[in-house]
């Protein structure tokens, strides 16, 4: 029986290798075509052996072969091909349901920084990369393929795409940094404060609550115009310390005090008493207004925010166009 098992695993190891080379040899004669300047040919060629692939359910072997494809064709500045290449990957991670795992949602990060950044192919790539990865559920996508998404568009100083990706995963640190830079960069002085608030406010209306206070410990630390504390010169910043400390403790008498202590401060922008009111029910038991006092524009922001849903998982937003909400 020991002796069947063994040959039955040689069998497939030996299977496994013919495969590699196969797709070693093909991918040969494909670089030589792109290399040659034949990207029509090679493009068409690629999508053959996709197919062919696919039937065959040679998955590992699809995948790789487009990944590599699309990174060639990137490297010849052949967008439009690679961003093709690129939507034939998602393809077999669907069809083959493959699980999630680290090492394939770096690739997919790979290639999203390899696209054109005005291109609505990548809008088209990111959405269902994300959609992919939570599989297929619905929801807004895997923490840390958000996390990679959002350093990519740090580095292209993108900034408020960058912020809503970080919210969507569990780098709070990494989200304090890149703010400190939207600060220093894009913003008045005057307004040091509010980059982190909204940001500490809107990981707390996603029930994020170790990134909220990593986000607001690490932004006031490392802000070169904040002055070290608590407590700081900054009164809003002073509040979202306190509240942070009122949200472990969990009493309602305390969070309806600071709220209305803070209220000329929280009247800087319209939006914090929206969220607060969402923050009052998530973790003060406060029950929801029986309409909400805001509409429009500010409402959608919200509901894009926090997904349009009440359950304890948060947001459940279809996120189809994946064009990321602009909070600011």
């Known amino acids: 029986m020991a002796s069947t098992t063994m040959s039955e695993q040689e069998s497939l190891r030996c299977s496994t290798a013919r495969n590699r080379g196969g797709v070693q040899r093909v991918e040969g004669k494909l670089r030589a075509s792109v290399e040659k300047g034949d990207y029509y ?7 053959t052996l996709f197919f062919r692939y696919m039937s065959q359910a040679k998955h590992a072997e699809a995948r790789e072969l487009m990944y590599n ?41 790979k290639l999203f920084s390899l696209m054109d950044q005005n ?10 990369a994300l959609k992919w990865s939570t599989g297929g559920s619905g929801k807004l996508g895997h923490p840390k393929l958000h996390q990679l998404l959002a350093v990519t568009l740090w580095k292209e100083q993108n900034y408020s795409e960058s912020r809503y990706h970080f919210l969507h995963s569990s780098d709070g640190e990494g989200c304090a940094q890149m703010l400190v830079e939207y600060s220093a960069s894009r913003g008045f002085r005057s307004e040091v404060d509010m980059f982190v608030v909204q940001a500490v406010l809107q990981f707390l209306c996603l029930k994020n609550k170790n990134s909220a206070s990593v986000v607001f410990s690490t932004y006031t630390e490392k802000h070169p115009s904040i002055e070290k504390g608590p407590p700081f010169v900054q009164p809003l910043l002073n509040f979202i310390w306190f509240l942070l400390l009122a949200v472990d403790g969990g009493k309602l008498t305390v969070f309806t005090v600071l709220c209305e202590q803070y209220q000329p401060s929280l009247k800087r922008d319209p939006m914090y008493n929206e969220y607060l009111d969402r923050i009052g029910q998530l973790f003060f038991g406060v029950p929801p207004k029986q309409s909400p006092s805001y509409g429009g524009l500010l409402g959608n922001l919200l509901n894009s925010l926090m997904g349009a849903g009440e359950d304890d998982d948060g947001a459940e937003e279809a996120h189809e166009d994946s064009s990321p909400i602009e909070l600011d």
């Open 41 to 47: 040919e090679a493009h068409q060629m690629y999508r």
């Open 69 to 109: 494809g699309a990174l060639l064709f990137f490297s010849y500045n052949q967008q439009n091909s690679a961003a093709d290449l690129s939507m034939l990957v998602l393809e077999v991670l669907e069809k083959s349901e493959t699980k999630v795992e680290d090492e394939i949602l770096e690739s997919l990060a």
């Open 119 to 128: 291109s609505p192919e990548r809008v088209a790539f990111v959405s269902r």
